[in-house]
């Protein structure tokens, strides 16, 4: 086992002890059936040029001088081509989506073994351990913390789980689709902080549209603008549907008018309505941060004919913790819990159980004053009704406490987005 850290820089000699020149990279490439790539030629910096030669020609690598087996006149040369990846150019300080730690992580180091004669990359390390030894320091910090008794994290990532991306040379797992299932929206928000612009859409590309729409709505407007920009029109219509609509009217009021004109004439006929009332009240407003996504039930019905009525309900409530009940105009005359209606005997009419006096506000009414309201009444969500007291949508506490939770603490601001 060596490192490749360890092996740039070391002298090169051909077979009569004749200095050719110093290690500057290993060429590797991969082979069909093996999952890591081969060390095929090693790339040898002269002063004014630079050698490559094939690996068959060392006669032995792991050593402080590297010897060859014949005098560099007799050396056969490496031609690369474009499926060969220089290790130190090509990988080295590149960046891989470490999922485990929601996090993008650089290359520090590459692990090579010996397997059957050949020498392959097994392990890419991205730990401190691969930073300190690339500067030297690696003997001294071990020596160091072995006195002191602490044991030094070593972080490697197989590179069976690595996928090199020929466009820009950006590293990520070769199973992103899987992993990056299993993370929390908010931590697939993180990683794309830390990318710039082609490596995060490479990694939306790797996103089915549910989970794209979930991680869009972790970060700020204008930050979904740039992550959309280049995205074909139909798939940002897509996402824009699998949004909440207080979302997707939130993007959509970043993007040039023309193009969100565009967008809403692609979405479905139901997802565009409601998300262009939204767009028509100003943006810190009740109606201009409230979902039309919400659970209601008439208010005629038992409690087991409500529960069977939210059930058959065609839309995708944002919460349900609170149900509304609406008379035949949609007004709105009583408001219930969850668990009330769980708890309740069926044959009640939910007129009996429900809190008649509701706590709501207008269509109009301030950000500002929303966010109060939820706060005073240690409330999850507020409905918003127009004048008439018809029900026009809800604003939930996240949205509404926008102004008064720091922005970056609720929201991932991008800090290397350019």
């Not at 972790?218 to 139909?234: I, K, N, R, T």
Request: hydrophobic content about 45%; charged content about 30%.
């Amino acid at each position: 086992m060596v490192f490749l850290s360890e092996l740039i820089g070391r002298p090169v000699m051909d077979g009569e002890g004749k200095r050719i020149g110093t290690l500057a990279d290993l060429v590797a490439k991969f082979l069909p059936d093996l999952p890591h790539p081969v060390v095929e030629a090693l790339v040898i910096s002269q002063q004014t040029d630079q050698l490559i030669i094939s690996i068959s020609e060392v006669a032995v690598l792991i050593k402080l001088v590297i010897p060859m087996k014949r005098r560099v006149e007799e050396l056969q040369t490496y031609k690369p081509d474009e499926q060969d990846i220089f290790l130190a150019r090509d990988v080295l300080d590149k960046q891989i989506i470490d999922t485990e730690g929601a996090r993008v992580v650089r290359v520090n180091d590459l692990e090579l073994v010996r397997v059957n004669g050949t020498l392959v990359v097994s392990n890419v390390d991205i730990g401190g351990l691969g930073i300190l030894r690339r500067v030297g320091l690696e003997a001294a910090a071990t020596s160091l913390a072995t006195r002191l008794k602490i044991r030094l994290p070593i972080r490697f990532i197989s590179w069976d789980d690595v996928e090199l991306l020929r466009t820009d040379q950006f590293m990520r797992l070769r199973v992103p689709a899987g992993k990056l299932a299993e993370l929390h929206p908010a931590d697939v928000a993180d990683i794309l902080t830390d990318m710039n612009r082609q490596e995060s859409g490479q990694l939306l590309e790797a996103l089915d549209l549910e989970q794209l729409a979930d991680t869009l709505e972790e970060v700020e407007p204008d930050f979904q603008a740039s992550l959309v920009e280049g995205m074909p029109d139909e798939k940002v219509a897509d996402v824009l549907e699998e949004m909440e609509p207080d979302e997707a009217a939130d993007l959509l009021a970043e993007l040039p008018k023309e193009r969100s004109q565009d967008l809403l004439a692609l979405m479905e006929k139901d997802e565009a309505e409601d998300v262009r009332k939204l767009l028509t009240y100003p943006e810190d407003s009740a109606g201009g941060i409230m979902t039309t996504e919400y659970g209601s039930v008439p208010c005629d019905l038992t409690a087991g004919q409500a529960i069977q009525y939210l059930r058959e309900a065609d839309n995708e409530a944002e919460t349900i913790f609170y149900v509304y009940v609406v008379d035949q105009e949609n007004c709105l005359v009583g408001v219930f819990s969850l668990s009330s209606l769980i708890f309740a005997d069926p044959n009640t009419l939910v007129s009996d159980f429900m809190t008649k006096r509701v706590i709501s506000v207008q269509l109009l009414d301030d950000q500002d004053d929303v966010a109060q309201m939820i706060s005073k009444y240690d409330l999850l969500a507020l409905p918003v009704v127009d004048q008439q007291n018809h029900l026009h949508g809800i604003v939930t506490a996240d949205d509404a406490l926008d102004k008064i939770i720091p922005t970056a603490w609720k929201k991932r601001l991008p800090r290397f987005y350019h």
